[in-house]
């Protein structure tokens, strides 16, 4: 009864009718436009790198494109991407299983273990290696971590395995410090700080009433992590690993600079290999063939394939690991 | 307020008067891009601030890329159009191109031998053997026959290669498929080529093969040698055709030019006849349309005069710019057969390069 006026006051300052009758209508259709909008720009740009790439895919066939070994744009003018293909994939998924442990670790110290002040100063410093723009890694990948791997590990490496297991040479390729295992380092210290990030918040959002349940029963702190936050926040760490795994797969100049790009298979753990965002950035300038142009093009169209299917694998993976009502 | 406006349209009115303003923009190649930035600032002065050029250094590839595209006025590249191209541009456009040489730059071999202080020499069979992967340490029989009196070390040999397409990778390949039978057969020419030895490293640009070079012990690589002077790498001599070990310092790198020019200055100056000639030198070329008309980047004859006659300054009086830039100035008598190419210029039919020119 009380209420009434109220309502009338509410009806009294009634939306003008166009809101009424088509209000909702236009910010659904204006939404669904943003929404497909994103649809055909994804599709679009899929369709025109193949296009672009087209000439070339078409000369050496959709797997041959894909599985072939040799590139050579100078005298065959002969086009085979298998060895930058297997180069993004070997480097992205070492970095991502040398990554993962570390950022994991920071996550669990940050969020459980360490006082406040120092895990704020942790995570100011992961979230500044985060914004570090690429070529700066890249620089000191050159000039500071390629040489200093070199002194520690490649040298002595490669000296021990050629008095001790000549067998084991052939594995280890050339020690000159750039390399394969050199832009895994790079690439895992870049990618560090996304799962980082994602972890700690995945850890932060475990509910208290769980943990404390669980420290009623007279768990240990070890035994919470492993019983209780891990199993809650996986779902959490394996997005951040994802987002890892993504930046991995585009990751260009960093990796481009230190890596050796070279493409003669097979790859050594020390030697020269190459990546697909690499090739593309450093051939695109002075591609003046058209047949090298087009291939360039086409390594962009199965970088984006590859990206496609990790990203819907990953999305699938994610659904799975997600507990109770974190569930779709 | 009147006033002010009449006052503000006559200021504007004096400010553009005489000449209109004429703004050009150029593309492609980065390795002259110094020396253009040069060119074009102290052209803003000689033009009372009338003709501004934009030039972007995309690279040669894009250079030529925009060209034929005519999105750019110019275009820049540091090896000129093939005889395919040459037809398909004139067929397109109706025009043919012309490839004007205003610089020499020269490509040496760069290294990193701790314990050696001489000026190592090379020639272009012991380069192509390096770089193939078959010589495979430092003292090789090959390169001691030719450093006689160098101790050279026991060390491996890392081999050091542009990964990035390159027009320096274009005049070293160039070089070296001239000199190696086994090399043309294998590598080939190219601004990204297949490299084939085990022991080598891509570094991306000139600062990254000279990084690797530096950081590595026992590493050959090679660079524009503008780049390796200004940044005190340690480079070789090369053996030129007529037998001399030749160090790349200018005037060597101008000497390579003289060999008889074809008429449209398309020619290769690698292993270069010349008997004084650094071997590993290129010339890099402005890349113009003959009937400027025909390149849509032009909108009026005002236009293209400017342009042709900036292109005249630029192979004659502001030639005097390379060398303090530590590049090297074209010869006498490329310049003759850049101004005769100008000359050729013609915009709707009117002959503005002879009549710029004077000949």
Known sequence: MQQAPVQSSIIKQQPSAIYRVLGDRIFLSVVLLLALSIVALTLGLGYYLYLGGSQTINKEGFFGFLTGTTWDPALKLEFGIWPFVLGTLITSLAALVVSVPVALAAAIFTAEYAPRWLAGFINYLVDLMAAVPSVVYGIWGIFVLAPFLREIIYLPAFLWAAENAPGLSPFLGNPAGYGMFTGIVILSSMIIPFTAALSRDAIALVPAAQREGAYALGATRWEVMQTVILPYARGGVFAGAMLALGRALGETMAVAMVIGNGNILPYTLFGPASTMPAVIALEMKEAVEDLHYSAIIGVGFYLFLIAFIVNAAASYLLNKLKVGDQRA | ?359
């Open chain 2, 1 to 359: 307020m009147r006033k002010l406006l009449i006052a503000t349209t006559a200021l504007l009115g004096l400010a553009s008067s005489g000449l209109a303003q004429v703004n050009l923009t150029g593309a492609g190649a980065t390795f002259p891009f110094p020396v253009l930035s040069k060119y074009f600032d102290e052209y803003l002065r000689v033009s009372n601030n009338q003709v501004r050029v934009n030039y972007q250094s995309i690279g040669s590839g894009g250079g030529q890329r925009q060209f034929i595209e005519q999105t750019v006025h110019f275009g820049v590249s540091d090896n000129p159009f093939n005889d395919q191209q040459m037809a398909d541009i004139r067929r397109n456009t109706g025009s043919p191109a012309l490839n004007i040489p205003f610089v020499l730059g020269a490509v040496v071999p760069t290294y990193n031998l701790p314990g050696v202080t001489q000026r190592l020499n090379f020639n272009g069979e012991v380069l192509a053997d390096i770089f193939l992967g078959n010589i495979k340490t430092w003292n090789d029989p090959a390169i001691a026959a030719l450093n006689s009196g160098v101790r050279l070390p026991a060390l491996p040999i890392t081999v050091v290669h542009r990964s990035d397409g390159s027009g320096t990778t274009f005049v070293w390949t160039d070089f070296l498929s001239k000199v190696s039978p086994e090399w043309a057969q294998k590598v080939g020419r190219g601004n990204s080529v297949n490299w084939i030895p085990a022991n080598k490293v891509g570094g991306r640009g000139n600062e990254g093969v000279a990084g690797v070079v530096r950081n590595t012990p026992g590493a050959i690589g090679y660079n524009e040698v503008t780049y390796a002077i200004q940044n005190r790498i340690q480079f070789g001599a090369v053996q030129n055709r007529a037998g001399r070990f030749m160090v790349a310092e200018l005037p060597a790198i101008t000497a390579a030019a003289n060999v008889v020019l074809p008429g449209d200055a398309r020619v290769s100056l690698t292993n270069t006849q010349a008997v004084d000639g650094y071997p590993v030198s290129s010339f890099a070329y402005l890349l113009v349309y003959e009937q400027l008309d025909k390149n849509k980047a032009f909108k009026s004859e005002a236009e293209a005069r400017a342009f042709v006659q900036l292109l005249k300054w630029m192979v004659t009086d502001a030639q005097k710019f390379n060398e303090p830039l530590t590049y090297a100035r074209i010869t006498d008598a490329a310049e003759a057969r850049a101004l005769a190419m100008i000359s050729r210029i013609t915009f709707q039919g009117k002959p503005i390069g002879r009549e710029i020119v004077g000949r």
